[in-house]
Protein backbone atom coordinates (compact mmCIF):
# COMPACT_ATOMS: atom_id res chain seq x y z
CA UNK A 1 0.00 0.00 0.00
CA UNK A 2 1.33 3.18 -1.14
CA UNK A 3 0.86 6.24 0.88
CA UNK A 4 1.10 8.79 -2.01
CA UNK A 5 -2.18 8.33 -3.76
CA UNK A 6 -3.97 8.87 0.02
CA UNK A 7 -1.59 11.88 0.08
CA UNK A 8 -2.96 13.18 -3.08
CA UNK A 9 -6.70 12.61 -2.29
CA UNK A 10 -5.93 14.46 0.97
CA UNK A 11 -4.58 17.13 -0.97
CA UNK A 12 -7.54 17.68 -3.07
CA UNK A 13 -9.78 17.36 -0.90
CA UNK A 14 -8.03 20.25 1.25
CA UNK A 15 -6.97 22.30 -1.54
CA UNK A 16 -11.17 22.48 -2.75
CA UNK A 17 -11.32 25.09 -0.10
CA UNK A 18 -8.89 27.05 -0.51
CA UNK A 19 -10.98 30.64 -2.05
CA UNK A 20 -8.12 33.26 -2.84
CA UNK A 21 -8.31 35.10 0.41
CA UNK A 22 -5.12 34.99 1.74
CA UNK A 23 -5.93 35.01 5.75
CA UNK A 24 -8.34 32.32 5.14
CA UNK A 25 -6.33 30.49 2.72
CA UNK A 26 -3.31 30.78 5.06
CA UNK A 27 -5.20 28.95 7.91
CA UNK A 28 -6.12 26.02 4.96
CA UNK A 29 -2.66 25.73 4.60
CA UNK A 30 -1.73 25.99 8.19
CA UNK A 31 -3.58 23.01 8.80
CA UNK A 32 -2.71 20.81 5.47
CA UNK A 33 1.08 21.51 6.62
CA UNK A 34 -0.27 20.89 10.40
CA UNK A 35 -1.78 17.18 8.99
CA UNK A 36 2.11 15.73 7.21
CA UNK A 37 3.36 16.98 10.42
CA UNK A 38 1.21 14.71 12.33
CA UNK A 39 1.85 11.63 10.00
CA UNK A 40 5.83 12.54 9.58
CA UNK A 41 5.14 12.20 13.96
CA UNK A 42 2.93 9.22 13.90
CA UNK A 43 5.93 7.35 11.59
CA UNK A 44 8.14 8.28 13.72
CA UNK A 45 6.34 6.93 17.09
CA UNK A 46 5.16 3.71 15.46
CA UNK A 47 9.03 3.23 14.27
CA UNK A 48 10.50 3.95 17.87
CA UNK A 49 7.89 2.05 19.43
CA UNK A 50 8.59 -1.08 16.93
CA UNK A 51 5.02 -1.31 15.57
CA UNK A 52 4.32 -4.28 13.04
CA UNK A 53 4.47 -2.60 9.61
CA UNK A 54 0.58 -2.94 8.73
CA UNK A 55 -0.56 -1.01 11.69
CA UNK A 56 2.25 1.66 11.46
CA UNK A 57 1.21 2.37 8.05
CA UNK A 58 -2.21 2.11 9.19
CA UNK A 59 -1.19 4.63 11.97
CA UNK A 60 0.40 6.73 9.27
CA UNK A 61 -3.11 6.93 7.28
CA UNK A 62 -5.55 7.93 10.38
CA UNK A 63 -2.89 10.79 10.73
CA UNK A 64 -3.09 12.48 7.59
CA UNK A 65 -6.60 12.18 7.84
CA UNK A 66 -7.00 12.99 11.34
CA UNK A 67 -7.68 17.21 10.63
CA UNK A 68 -9.64 16.59 7.57
CA UNK A 69 -12.84 18.02 9.09
CA UNK A 70 -11.23 20.70 9.63
CA UNK A 71 -11.47 22.36 6.28
CA UNK A 72 -15.35 22.05 5.89
CA UNK A 73 -15.27 23.20 9.50
CA UNK A 74 -13.49 26.76 8.30
CA UNK A 75 -14.97 27.13 5.25
CA UNK A 76 -18.74 26.45 7.23
CA UNK A 77 -17.94 28.99 10.27
CA UNK A 78 -13.93 30.73 10.15
CA UNK A 79 -13.35 28.83 13.14
CA UNK A 80 -11.18 26.01 14.08
CA UNK A 81 -13.18 26.25 17.98
CA UNK A 82 -15.29 23.27 18.13
CA UNK A 83 -17.48 25.19 20.88
CA UNK A 84 -18.33 27.60 18.63
CA UNK A 85 -19.21 25.39 15.29
CA UNK A 86 -19.23 21.74 14.42
CA UNK A 87 -16.82 18.85 16.01
CA UNK A 88 -14.12 18.58 13.11
CA UNK A 89 -13.65 15.07 14.23
CA UNK A 90 -17.59 13.88 13.43
CA UNK A 91 -17.06 16.44 10.30
CA UNK A 92 -13.77 14.27 9.47
CA UNK A 93 -15.54 11.15 9.77
CA UNK A 94 -18.61 12.30 7.52
CA UNK A 95 -15.91 13.60 4.55
CA UNK A 96 -14.28 10.21 5.06
CA UNK A 97 -17.74 8.02 3.93
CA UNK A 98 -18.53 10.72 1.39
CA UNK A 99 -15.13 11.00 -0.33
CA UNK A 100 -13.77 8.76 -2.93
CA UNK A 101 -10.69 7.55 -1.77
CA UNK A 102 -8.05 4.94 -2.92
CA UNK A 103 -9.26 1.45 -3.11
CA UNK A 104 -6.02 -0.39 -1.29
CA UNK A 105 -7.03 0.27 2.10
CA UNK A 106 -9.69 -2.83 3.24
CA UNK A 107 -13.35 -1.75 4.62
CA UNK A 108 -12.22 -3.17 7.74
CA UNK A 109 -9.16 -0.72 7.90
CA UNK A 110 -10.92 2.30 6.86
CA UNK A 111 -13.20 1.85 9.85
CA UNK A 112 -9.98 1.75 12.27
CA UNK A 113 -9.09 4.82 10.71
CA UNK A 114 -12.35 6.22 10.66
CA UNK A 115 -12.24 5.78 14.52
CA UNK A 116 -9.14 6.88 15.22
CA UNK A 117 -10.17 10.41 13.68
CA UNK A 118 -13.75 10.20 15.46
CA UNK A 119 -11.69 9.80 19.08
CA UNK A 120 -8.17 11.60 18.55
CA UNK A 121 -9.71 14.76 19.90
CA UNK A 122 -11.37 13.54 22.68
CA UNK A 123 -10.85 13.79 26.47
CA UNK A 124 -10.04 10.72 27.07
CA UNK A 125 -10.59 7.23 25.14
CA UNK A 126 -12.08 3.85 26.92
CA UNK A 127 -9.56 1.64 28.44
CA UNK A 128 -11.19 -1.27 27.62
CA UNK A 129 -10.90 -0.31 23.55
CA UNK A 130 -9.36 -3.31 21.77
CA UNK A 131 -5.85 -2.84 20.90
CA UNK A 132 -6.89 -2.61 16.96
CA UNK A 133 -8.65 0.18 17.78
CA UNK A 134 -6.84 1.67 19.99
CA UNK A 135 -3.27 1.27 18.76
CA UNK A 136 -3.86 3.63 15.98
CA UNK A 137 -6.02 6.06 18.09
CA UNK A 138 -3.40 6.23 20.62
CA UNK A 139 -0.40 7.02 18.17
CA UNK A 140 -2.84 9.80 16.19
CA UNK A 141 -3.38 11.50 19.62
CA UNK A 142 0.27 11.85 20.85
CA UNK A 143 1.49 12.88 17.14
CA UNK A 144 -1.35 15.61 17.03
CA UNK A 145 -0.62 16.87 20.59
CA UNK A 146 2.89 16.91 19.92
CA UNK A 147 2.66 18.94 16.19
CA UNK A 148 0.47 21.58 18.04
CA UNK A 149 2.69 22.03 20.96
CA UNK A 150 4.76 23.70 18.40
CA UNK A 151 2.37 25.47 16.50
CA UNK A 152 0.96 27.29 19.25
CA UNK A 153 4.48 28.08 21.34
CA UNK A 154 5.62 29.10 17.39
CA UNK A 155 2.36 31.69 17.13
CA UNK A 156 2.86 33.24 20.86
CA UNK A 157 6.63 33.78 20.14
CA UNK A 158 6.25 35.36 16.65
CA UNK A 159 5.97 39.27 16.77
CA UNK A 160 2.61 41.08 16.07
CA UNK A 161 -0.81 40.18 17.35
CA UNK A 162 -2.46 36.89 17.77
CA UNK A 163 -4.51 35.48 15.25
CA UNK A 164 -7.55 34.86 17.11
CA UNK A 165 -8.25 31.35 15.25
CA UNK A 166 -5.03 30.03 15.75
CA UNK A 167 -5.11 31.44 19.64
CA UNK A 168 -8.20 30.40 20.44
CA UNK A 169 -9.14 34.00 21.32
CA UNK A 170 -8.00 34.28 24.22
CA UNK A 171 -5.98 37.39 25.74
CA UNK A 172 -2.48 37.96 25.01
CA UNK A 173 -1.56 39.47 28.80
CA UNK A 174 2.27 38.09 29.49
CA UNK A 175 1.89 37.95 33.33
CA UNK A 176 -1.65 36.71 33.80
CA UNK A 177 -3.06 33.54 33.94
CA UNK A 178 -6.23 31.42 35.75
CA UNK A 179 -5.98 29.87 38.49
CA UNK A 180 -8.58 27.53 37.50
CA UNK A 181 -5.96 26.41 34.78
CA UNK A 182 -3.25 26.01 36.57
CA UNK A 183 -4.89 24.27 39.38
CA UNK A 184 -5.61 21.29 37.05
CA UNK A 185 -2.83 20.73 35.03
CA UNK A 186 -1.11 20.59 38.57
CA UNK A 187 -3.42 18.25 40.07
CA UNK A 188 -2.56 16.18 36.89
CA UNK A 189 -5.57 17.28 34.62
CA UNK A 190 -6.37 17.62 31.27
CA UNK A 191 -6.73 21.22 30.72
CA UNK A 192 -10.18 22.53 28.83
CA UNK A 193 -10.20 24.41 25.89
CA UNK A 194 -13.31 26.17 26.89
CA UNK A 195 -11.80 27.28 30.25
CA UNK A 196 -8.81 29.46 28.41
CA UNK A 197 -8.84 33.33 29.15
CA UNK A 198 -4.99 33.85 28.32
CA UNK A 199 -2.46 33.05 26.36
CA UNK A 200 -0.73 31.70 29.46
CA UNK A 201 -3.78 29.47 29.68
CA UNK A 202 -3.11 27.79 26.43
CA UNK A 203 0.85 27.38 27.68
CA UNK A 204 -0.80 25.57 30.63
CA UNK A 205 -3.56 23.30 28.63
CA UNK A 206 -0.21 21.75 26.79
CA UNK A 207 2.24 21.20 29.56
CA UNK A 208 -1.34 19.47 31.13
CA UNK A 209 -1.18 16.97 28.16
CA UNK A 210 2.35 15.52 29.36
CA UNK A 211 0.37 13.59 31.89
CA UNK A 212 -1.96 12.18 28.72
CA UNK A 213 0.81 10.55 26.26
CA UNK A 214 0.04 7.29 25.62
CA UNK A 215 3.60 6.30 24.38
CA UNK A 216 7.24 6.39 26.34
CA UNK A 217 8.41 7.42 22.30
CA UNK A 218 6.20 10.66 22.26
CA UNK A 219 7.60 11.75 26.12
CA UNK A 220 11.06 11.47 23.98
CA UNK A 221 10.05 13.40 21.49
CA UNK A 222 9.25 15.70 23.39
CA UNK A 223 11.88 16.29 25.15
CA UNK A 224 14.42 16.08 22.65
CA UNK A 225 12.52 18.96 20.72
CA UNK A 226 12.49 21.37 23.77
CA UNK A 227 8.86 22.17 23.63
CA UNK A 228 8.17 21.91 27.45
CA UNK A 229 11.05 23.85 28.05
CA UNK A 230 9.80 26.23 25.74
CA UNK A 231 6.48 26.64 27.26
CA UNK A 232 7.79 27.19 30.46
CA UNK A 233 10.23 29.39 29.62
CA UNK A 234 7.46 31.64 28.19
CA UNK A 235 5.23 31.43 31.28
CA UNK A 236 5.32 34.06 34.51
CA UNK A 237 8.78 32.87 36.55
CA UNK A 238 6.66 32.88 39.79
CA UNK A 239 6.75 30.22 42.35
CA UNK A 240 3.33 28.34 41.72
CA UNK A 241 5.30 28.31 37.87
CA UNK A 242 8.50 27.27 39.09
CA UNK A 243 6.34 24.33 41.22
CA UNK A 244 4.72 22.88 38.63
CA UNK A 245 7.67 23.03 36.29
CA UNK A 246 9.01 20.85 38.92
CA UNK A 247 6.80 18.58 39.17
CA UNK A 248 6.26 18.21 35.11
CA UNK A 249 10.05 17.90 34.41
CA UNK A 250 10.00 15.62 36.96
CA UNK A 251 7.16 13.52 35.94
CA UNK A 252 8.86 13.61 32.33
CA UNK A 253 12.06 12.45 33.27
CA UNK A 254 11.53 9.61 36.19
CA UNK A 255 7.95 8.70 35.86
CA UNK A 256 7.17 8.07 31.44
CA UNK A 257 4.01 6.80 30.65
CA UNK A 258 5.14 3.62 29.43
CA UNK A 259 2.71 2.01 27.08
CA UNK A 260 1.94 -1.81 27.03
Same mark, same amino acid.
Given at each position: ???????????????????????????????????F?????????????????P??????L?????????????S??? !???????????????L???????? !????????????F??????????????????? !?? !??V???????????????????????????????????????M?????????????????????????????????????????????????????????????????????????H???????
Amino acid at each position: MSLRPHINAFTRFAESHLTGNETDDALIRLKIDHSFRVQANAALIAAKEKLPSPCARLCELAALYHDIGRFPQYSEYH !TFKDSESANHARLGVLALRQLILP !TDVPPDDWRTIRFAVAQHNVMHIRNSLPKKLA !TP !TQVVRDADKLDIFNVILSHFESEGPLNAVIAGGVADEPDNYSMSMYDRVYSGKLGIYNNMLYANDFKLLLISWIFDFHWASSIQILSERKYLDRAFDSLPNDDKIKKLKEKAFNFMHYNPCLAP
